[in-house]
């Protein structure tokens, strides 16, 4: 953890109607780390998330992407910047093969956020892109699922190929949504080894937020800890998972 930093939020806050769904936030995550965001239902994890893609505004606070003030900026700028993240689900087309969805992503996310201009316009994907998807799909050991239809995969197969659509633009944070969802034990062991073979290998940092407080506590090494829209803890996961003030937040739940 002694990289610069990829990301630099200070007192975020987060209003909706009556409710403070986030107060005075702040996270820093550095180069090559891995860094978990955790907290009871409700805490504001999910909102936290979609203040730094830029998915909602906020009320307060600033958000900086590898050292470029990015409070301002729209989703697709901040992804230029280097963010990248996954969803829980892949919500694109059922038949479409793996290394389309591999495509259309890169096209989105490099794109100016026009779908039609971006993705639709320029018709079929070239040699390069066609590389850099078979590049990433080797990376992620789904080589031979290339030219699968979605549809066919297992969930965690599926979970790995939203990995792969969020590495085709080189992020440089990546972060992850609850990743673990729907899988049993053996396949989150898979999927938390492939993501450290690969984050060694190309040197992104990572943001995971999850319910999966084992995953957690194997997978990152400082973790920050929401509980009603603060932060009530942060530190060495270990440490923080073991703490009063974190286990009497979930009530004994684990
Ligand atoms: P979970 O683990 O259940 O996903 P979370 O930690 O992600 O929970 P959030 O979904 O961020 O928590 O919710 C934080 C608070 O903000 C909750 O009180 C929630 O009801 C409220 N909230 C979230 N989104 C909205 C919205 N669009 N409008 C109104 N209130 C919202």
């Known amino acids: 953890s002694t990289g610069a930093p990829v990301l630099r939020a200070s007192g ?10 986030l107060h ?12 978990g965001l955790i907290g009871p239902n409700g805490a504001g ?27 301002r900026l729209p989703l697709h700028k901040r992804a230029k910047l ?11 087309f059922p038949d479409c093969t793996v290394r389309d969805h591999l495509f259309i992503a890169e096209r989105v996310r490099r794109g100016s956020g ?23 799909l080797e990376l992620l ?19 790995l190929v939203e990995v792969g659509r969020a590495l085709m633009t080189e992020p440089k944070l990546l972060l992850l949504d609850e990743p673990s969802s729907g899988l049993d034990r053996p396949e989150v ?25 084992e ?12 509980d009603f829209g603060r932060l009530i803890a942060e530190g060495p996961t270990r440490e923080i998972l073991a703490s009063d003030v974190v286990r009497a937040a979930y009530l004994g739940d684990f």
């Open 12 to 21: 975020i806050t987060k209003k909706f109607a009556g409710i403070t769904a």
């Open 24 to 35: 005075d936030v702040s996270m820093q995550i550095n180069e090559g780390e891995r860094v």
């Open 45 to 71: 994890k999910t909102t936290f998330f979609n203040c730094l893609l830029g998915v909602i505004p906020t009320n307060g606070g600033t958000v900086e992407i590898a050292g470029t003030d990015a409070t």
């Open 82 to 92: 280097g963010l990248g993240r996954t969803f829980q689900r892949i919500e694109l």
């Open 114 to 136: 026009r779908l039609w201009k971006d993705v639709i316009g320029r018709g079929g994907p070239s040699k390069e892109e066609l590389a850099r998807c078979d590049e990433v």
């Open 141 to 159: 050991g789904l080589g031979g699922l290339a030219e699968e239809p979605i549809e066919r995969l297992s969930l965690g197969q599926g979970r």
């Open 189 to 213: 062991a898979a999927l938390a080894k492939t993501l450290e073979d690969v984050q060694a290998e190309q040197g992104f940092s990572i943001l995971l937020v999850e319910h999966d407080v």
């Open 215 to 226: 995953l957690v506590s194997n997978f990152t090494t400082r973790s920050y800890v929401l």
